[in-house]
């Protein structure tokens, strides 16, 4: 499934067109672990786009959920709030939650606000998943 600008609040709305726009792919790395991976900016225009999508990844209660956040090309504070909003919800559904991977950018924002250890971010996606599925 796909998440995007069309789907922000549950309601259908026209694609906008700018490229800078949040969407957020999900799968399913092994049977319950969900990865999702957004693409683009998280900010306070398109937080809403990560937040539905983390929603619904915790609702379907898998064992993990991993947020990798290699197509990321920014990471303001609102994201930084979803991100710590979902682990929190994550882990009263009592799924293993974590983030991996990121540009230079974003890794530099989850280390000075020390979130890094928070969010149990790794430096890969395979470091991530292998550390929460053990």
Same mark, same amino acid.
């Given at each position: 499934?796909?998440?995007?600008?069309?789907?922000?609040?549950?309601?259908?709305?026209?694609?906008?067109?700018?490229?800078?726009?949040?969407?957020?792919?999900?799968?399913?790395?092994?049977?319950?672990?969900?990865?999702?991976?957004?693409?683009?900016?998280?900010?306070?225009?398109?937080?809403? @786009? /990560?937040? !539905? &999508?983390? +929603?619904? =990844?915790? $609702? %379907?209660?898998? *064992?993990?959920?991993?947020? #990798?956040?290699?197509?990321?090309?920014?990471?303001?504070?609102?994201?930084?709030? @979803? /991100?710590? !909003? &979902?682990? +929190?919800? =994550?882990? $009263? %559904?009592?799924? *293993?939650?974590?983030?991996? #991977?990121?540009?230079?950018?974003?890794?530099?924002?989850?280390?000075?606000?020390?979130?890094?250890?928070?969010?149990?971010?790794?430096?890969?996606?395979?470091?991530?998943?292998?550390?929460?599925?053990?």
């Amino acid at each position: 499934m796909t998440y995007g600008p069309e789907h922000i609040g549950g309601c259908e709305r026209v694609p906008a067109t700018r490229p800078d726009l949040l969407r957020v792919e999900v799968s399913e790395s092994r049977p319950g672990v969900l990865v999702l991976s957004p693409f683009g900016e998280v900010d306070v225009a398109s937080a809403d @786009v /990560l937040r !539905d &999508a983390t +929603r619904d =990844a915790v $609702a %379907a209660t898998p *064992r993990c959920l991993v947020v #990798d956040l290699a197509g990321l090309t920014f990471c303001g504070s609102t994201g930084l709030v @979803v /991100l710590m !909003d &979902a682990r +929190r919800e =994550a882990e $009263a %559904a009592g799924v *293993r939650f974590g983030t991996a #991977d990121g540009p230079p950018i974003v890794r530099r924002v989850l280390e000075i606000t020390r979130l890094g250890p928070v969010l149990r971010h790794r430096e890969t996606l395979d470091a991530a998943l292998q550390e929460l599925d053990a």
